[in-house]
């Protein structure tokens, strides 16, 4: 009797420890929705309830690492006037800014934002080209376009990318080499995946459902990399340093963070960077020379 009696105490015990943990786990996840609810209420409250019926329009935007609250006003400036950098409150931010009327509150995800893409195929007009320059244009990317795709692993697909993107194919092949030594297969300890190595949560962000399809996963890489460029200002190492790293903590430290694997990382790439460009550069002025590509005392590039 002894015993049982243990074994029903113990079994009594067990349940209320249970139960009591499923409690704080509700307690906290309330706690953290409920927290989400009053910074977007907060947000949306700062210049009055009135003044969001009177010309003011607030502009949720979603990246890749924070949704910023965007007050925007005619006549004044856009004011970001929250920012939250936690992932689960962030996210509950931006879903719960849809339950506000579309004339009060728009949304963007701003990783999808074309304008941060400003020379997507067909959307850039170039300066009409006469006919001798319009040929040597065409022999320049056609000479281009056969370096890759005889040289480099998945170069047709790098060279056609990086066209569409406007981003140098170079930089693409040195980024892939060092992410996955060309393996389309490869899998990192953390997850990433494929040639270009990017998480599932970024190549979803980034429209690639399989990560493990070369053509799905070079063209979500250059479009994170066009991406990274446009949030720097074309500066090459810390758009480097920010594929590896996070474009959080080259933010945070002001250019390549003091992290030993980055600084290996960017100095890996920039090399091969600079290889490519000179076998590229080489491989030009051998079959450049064929169509006799003197103009103006210079070699047409």
Same mark, same amino acid.
């Given at each position: 009797?002894k015993?049982?009696h243990?074994?029903?105490s113990?079994?009594?015990r067990? @349940?209320?420890?249970?139960?009591?943990a499923e409690?704080?786990?509700s307690?906290?996840?309330?706690?953290?929705?409920?927290?989400?609810?009053?910074?977007?209420?907060?947000?949306f409250?700062?210049?009055?309830a009135?003044?969001?019926l009177q010309?003011?329009?607030?502009?949720?935007?979603?990246?890749?690492? /924070?949704?910023?609250v965007?007050?925007?006003?005619?006549?004044?400036?856009?004011?970001?006037?929250a920012?939250?950098?936690?992932?689960?409150?962030?996210?509950?931010?931006?879903k719960?800014?849809?339950?506000f009327?579309?004339?009060?509150?728009s949304?963007?995800?701003?990783l999808?934002d074309?304008?941060?893409?400003?020379?997507?195929?067909g959307?850039?007009?170039?300066?009409k080209l006469?006919?001798?320059?319009e040929?040597?244009?065409?022999?320049?990317?056609?000479?281009?376009?056969?370096f890759f795709?005889n040289?480099?692993?998945?170069?047709?697909?790098?060279?056609?990318?990086?066209?569409?993107?406007?981003v140098?194919p @170079?930089l693409?092949?040195?980024?892939?080499?060092t992410?996955?030594?060309?393996?389309?297969? /490869?899998?990192? @300890?953390?997850?990433?995946?494929?040639?270009m190595q990017l998480m599932?949560?970024?190549?979803?962000?980034?429209? @690639?459902?399989n990560?493990y399809?070369p053509t799905q996963n070079?063209? /979500?890489?250059v479009?994170?990399?066009?991406?990274?460029?446009g949030?720097?200002?074309g500066?090459l190492?810390?758009?480097?340093a920010?594929?590896? /790293?996070?474009e959080?903590n080259?933010?945070?430290?002001?250019?390549?963070?003091?992290f030993?694997?980055?600084?290996s990382?960017?100095?890996?790439v920039?090399n091969?960077?600079?290889?490519?460009?000179q076998?590229?550069?080489a491989?030009?002025?051998?079959?450049g020379?064929?169509?006799?590509?003197?103009l103006?005392?210079?070699?047409l590039r």
């Open positions: 009797m015993k049982r243990l074994v029903d113990l079994s009594v067990s @349940a209320r420890a249970r139960r009591l409690r704080r786990r307690v906290r996840w309330i706690m953290s929705r409920a927290a989400a609810t009053l910074a977007l209420g907060a947000a409250s700062i210049g009055g009135t003044e969001t010309s003011v329009h607030f502009l949720v935007q979603k990246d890749l690492d /924070a949704v910023r965007v007050k925007q006003q005619q006549g004044s400036r856009d004011e970001v006037v920012r939250l950098n936690d992932g689960f409150a962030a996210n509950s931010v931006f719960l800014s849809r339950l009327p579309d004339r009060m509150v949304h963007r995800l701003a999808f074309d304008r941060w893409i400003p020379t997507l195929t959307q850039v007009q170039q300066p006469d006919v001798f320059h040929e040597m244009a065409r022999i320049n990317t056609a000479i281009r376009r056969d795709a040289a480099i692993p998945f170069g047709d697909i790098i060279h056609e990318k990086s066209q569409k993107y406007d140098d @170079a693409v092949a040195a980024v892939m080499e992410e996955s030594r060309f393996h389309k297969g /490869a899998r990192s @300890a953390v997850g990433a995946r494929g040639l599932p949560r970024t190549g979803r962000w980034l429209g @690639a459902t990560l399809d070079v063209d /979500a890489g479009k994170y990399i066009k991406y990274l460029q949030r720097f200002d500066n190492k810390k758009t480097i920010a594929y590896n /790293a996070g959080g080259v933010k945070r430290y002001g250019g390549v963070p003091p030993n694997e980055t600084r990382y960017v100095k890996k920039l091969r960077y600079a290889q490519r460009t076998q590229l550069k491989y030009d002025e051998r079959r020379t064929a169509a006799g590509t003197e103006d005392g210079s070699s």
